[in-house]
C-alpha cells in the first residue's frame, strides 16, 4: 500500500525536512509501484520528488541503496540528479531533482519517439566501457532466470502448443541470447513508458533500481518489445530501435536469440506469477519472436 505523508513516521518526515526544508504542499502520482512512499515535496528550497521503502535492510532497501550508489555515473541529459539520501525508523528515501512532466506516449505515431531513441542514444554513448564495483551483471541474472530451461524442466500444463513444439528450440536460442547480452556498458533494463518522462523537449529516464552490465543495445530491445505492446509491429518496432545509436552493428543472430531470451522470461514470469501487466507484454515478446523466426532470422 502507497502511503501518504502524514502516514510517514515522524522520524522519518524529520529526516526528509532535514534535507529539503518544511515541506508545503505534497503531490502523490497515481503511477508507480515499487515504492512504499513517492511524491513531489514542494519546500521552500524548491521542489524535489521523494521517494522510499520501509524495508530497508531487504530486497527492496538493496534496489534503493544500488540505485543511489550508481546515480553519479548516470548522463545528466537525461537522468534527474540523485540530490540526497537518508535513513531513519527502517525506511531508506532518495530526493532526485524534480521534472515537470508525464510518462511518455510510446504508440504508433507519437511525437515522443524521437526523444526515447535519443536518451537512448545517449545512454549507449556515455554509459559504454563501466567499471563501478557492485553492479550486478546482466547474463548473469539472465543464465539463472532462464525461463525457457526452467520451463522444459518443469512444464506446466498451461504452456501452449505453439511454446511446447519448439522448446529445444528455444532453449537452445535463449542460450545464444544469454551470450550475446554480455558487455560493458551501464543498462536500465527496465524501460517501459512509466520509467521515461518526457519534458522540457527531452526524454527523462527514471527508476534506475535494476540497472546492471551488458551489451548496449539491450535497452532498445526491451523497448522494441514494449512498443509492439502499444500497438506497432514487430518490423516498425525495429526500425525505430534501428534509429537510436545503441542498435546498429548487433547481428540479426544476437537479436533473434535475444528475443527468444526475453520471451522465455515473460512467458515464466506470466506462468508463475501472472500479475495484469504481464499478459499483454508476454504476448508483445512472443510477436517479436514470431516474426524473428518466421524471417528465417535463426
Given at each position: 500500500?502507497?502511503?501518504?505523508?502524514?502516514?510517514?513516521?515522524?522520524?522519518?518526515?524529520?529526516?526528509?525536512?532535514?534535507?529539503?526544508?518544511?515541506?508545503?504542499?505534497?503531490?502523490?502520482?497515481?503511477?508507480?509501484?515499487?515504492?512504499?512512499?513517492?511524491?513531489?515535496?514542494?519546500?521552500?528550497?524548491?521542489?524535489?520528488?521523494?521517494?522510499?521503502?520501509?524495508?530497508?535492510?531487504?530486497?527492496?532497501?538493496?534496489?534503493?541503496?544500488?540505485?543511489?550508489?550508481?546515480?553519479?555515473?548516470?548522463?545528466?541529459?537525461?537522468?534527474?540528479?540523485?540530490?540526497?539520501?537518508?535513513?531513519?525508523?527502517?525506511?531508506?528515501?532518495?530526493?532526485?531533482?524534480?521534472i515537470a512532466g508525464?510518462?511518455?506516449?510510446?504508440?504508433?505515431?507519437?511525437?515522443?519517439?524521437?526523444?526515447?531513441?535519443?536518451?537512448?542514444?545517449?545512454?549507449?554513448?556515455?554509459?559504454?566501457?563501466?567499471?563501478?564495483?557492485?553492479?550486478?551483471?546482466?547474463?548473469?541474472?539472465?543464465?539463472?532466470?532462464?525461463?525457457?530451461?526452467?520451463?522444459?524442466?518443469?512444464?506446466?500444463?498451461?504452456?501452449?502448443?505453439?511454446?511446447?513444439?519448439r522448446l529445444d528450440?528455444?532453449?537452445?536460442?535463449?542460450?545464444?541470447?544469454?551470450?550475446?547480452?554480455?558487455?560493458?556498458?551501464?543498462?536500465?533494463?527496465?524501460?517501459?513508458?512509466?520509467?521515461?518522462?518526457?519534458?522540457?523537449?527531452?526524454?527523462?529516464?527514471?527508476?534506475?533500481?535494476?540497472?546492471?552490465?551488458?551489451?548496449?543495445?539491450?535497452?532498445?530491445?526491451?523497448?522494441?518489445?514494449?512498443?509492439?505492446?502499444?500497438?506497432?509491429?514487430?518490423?516498425?518496432?525495429?526500425?525505430?530501435?534501428?534509429?537510436?545509436?545503441?542498435?546498429?552493428?548487433?547481428?540479426?543472430?544476437?537479436?533473434?536469440?535475444?528475443?527468444?531470451?526475453?520471451?522465455?522470461?515473460?512467458?515464466?514470469?506470466?506462468?508463475?506469477?501472472?500479475?495484469?501487466?504481464?499478459?499483454?507484454?508476454?504476448?508483445?515478446?512472443?510477436?517479436?519472436?514470431?516474426?524473428?523466426?518466421?524471417?528465417?532470422?535463426?
Amino acid at each position: 500500500m502507497r502511503h501518504t505523508w502524514n502516514d510517514l513516521p515522524g522520524t522519518v518526515r524529520a529526516a526528509i525536512e532535514a534535507e529539503t526544508g518544511p515541506v508545503s504542499r505534497v503531490e502523490i502520482p497515481a503511477a508507480g509501484r515499487n515504492s512504499d512512499f513517492a511524491a513531489t515535496l514542494h519546500t521552500r528550497r524548491g521542489v524535489v520528488f521523494c521517494k522510499g521503502i520501509v524495508d530497508a535492510g531487504g530486497k527492496r532497501g538493496t534496489m534503493h541503496r544500488h540505485e543511489a550508489d550508481i546515480a553519479p555515473y548516470l548522463p545528466p541529459a537525461i537522468s534527474p540528479r540523485l540530490l540526497w539520501k537518508a535513513e531513519a525508523d527502517g525506511w531508506i528515501v532518495l530526493g532526485f531533482r524534480h521534472i515537470a512532466g508525464r510518462h511518455a506516449d510510446l504508440s504508433p505515431g507519437s511525437k515522443d519517439l524521437p526523444l526515447v531513441a535519443e536518451a537512448v542514444s545517449v545512454m549507449a554513448r556515455e554509459l559504454g566501457g563501466f567499471t563501478a564495483p557492485n553492479v550486478p551483471v546482466l547474463s548473469e541474472k539472465m543464465a539463472w532466470m532462464a525461463g525457457w530451461r526452467r520451463l522444459r524442466h518443469q512444464p506446466l500444463a498451461v504452456l501452449d502448443q505453439w511454446s511446447r513444439d519448439r522448446l529445444d528450440l528455444l532453449v537452445e536460442l535463449e542460450a545464444k541470447g544469454i551470450e550475446a547480452a554480455v558487455g560493458d556498458s551501464l543498462i536500465h533494463t527496465d524501460l517501459h513508458q512509466l520509467n521515461i518522462l518526457v519534458g522540457g523537449g527531452r526524454a527523462w529516464v527514471i527508476d534506475w533500481a535494476w540497472a546492471q552490465t551488458g551489451a548496449a543495445w539491450v535497452d532498445a530491445a526491451h523497448l522494441v518489445v514494449r512498443l509492439i505492446d502499444q500497438g506497432h509491429d514487430p518490423e516498425t518496432a525495429e526500425r525505430w530501435a534501428a534509429s537510436t545509436f545503441a542498435w546498429p552493428g548487433v547481428s540479426p543472430e544476437a537479436l533473434t536469440a535475444f528475443s527468444v531470451a526475453l520471451l522465455g522470461m515473460w512467458t515464466y514470469l506470466h506462468h508463475t506469477d501472472p500479475l495484469p501487466m504481464r499478459a499483454g507484454v508476454t504476448a508483445a515478446a512472443r510477436r517479436w519472436v514470431e516474426h524473428r523466426l518466421v524471417m528465417g532470422r535463426a
